[in-house]
């Protein structure tokens, strides 16, 4: 099973501030997703990286993927109440098993008005 | 409108007692894969099917048994349930199993006591 590591767990933050998440691994994705996930609700996806060093900007969320395709991360610039959420990350391996899908634990944040 | 259904929503049954949770999509999408979601541990992928008659374990596929007979649907069973099985189960698809965004459903509860 291969592991992936993503940081901070929980998260709370004021209005306005800027927060980023990590998502890390030992080993290489094919590819990497964003999801975010609402209680009671099963997760949406954010944003799909492929290439290494590939920046993708959605509003006000900045998604990056590694240049060595090992790790991720997501900045929220002036946070809103509206981002409060669970954000997972989730990758695809180089390799055998490549359909299978890992995801990491999850960031919970809570923005405060 | 496109979705994935799951059903039942809520279940509470007893140990040993075989149970089935269904999970249809109408959007000919060939990948289909259920997760179980715990607190601590994130989502983590039970099985997933490429698509008709083609399945594959991911994570934690001990106690359960999925099977794709028809596109649309992927029914997860519990032959002989546990409380250890106690969690949010999440059934999704993707156009196909590559980087595709995946599609959740709402999530089925199942309390096993």
């Known amino acids: 099973t291969q592991l992936l590591e993503q940081s901070p767990q929980f998260l709370s933050i004021q209005e306005g501030e800027n927060l980023t998440v990590y998502c890390n691994s030992s080993s290489v994705f094919s590819s990497l997703q964003w999801y975010r996930q609402e209680p009671g609700e099963g997760p949406v996806l954010l944003v799909t990286v492929v290439t290494g060093g590939e920046v993708k900007k959605l509003k006000r969320l900045t998604f990056q993927f590694g240049d060595a395709r090992k790790d991720s991360s997501l900045h929220i610039t002036a946070a809103q109440p509206g981002d409060t959420g669970l954000y997972l990350c989730a990758g695809r391996y180089s390799g055998a098993g490549s359909y299978q899908l890992t995801f990491g634990k999850g960031t919970k944040l809570s923005v405060i008005p | 409108e496109a979705q994935v259904t799951q059903n039942p929503r809520y279940l509470i049954t007893v140990t040993g007692k075989k149970l089935t949770v269904t999970c249809s ?89």
């Not at chain 2, 007979?69 to 519990?78: G, Q």
């Not at chain 2, 199993?97 to 509860?109: I, L």
Request: glycine share 8%; charged share 20%; with cysteine.
């Open chain 2, 25 to 113: 999509q109408n959007m000919n999408h060939e990948y289909m894969s259920w997760y179980r979601q715990d607190p601590g541990l994130g989502l983590r992928q039970i099985y997933y099917s490429m698509n008709v008659e083609v399945t594959d374990k991911g994570d934690v596929p001990e106690g359960y048994k999925v099977s794709r007979k028809e596109k649309r649907n992927f029914p997860l069973i519990l032959e002989s349930p546990s409380p250890n099985q106690t969690s949010l189960y999440f059934c999704a698809s993707s156009l196909r199993g590559d980087y595709q965004p995946q599609h959740f459903g709402d999530g089925t509860r199942l309390s096993i006591l």
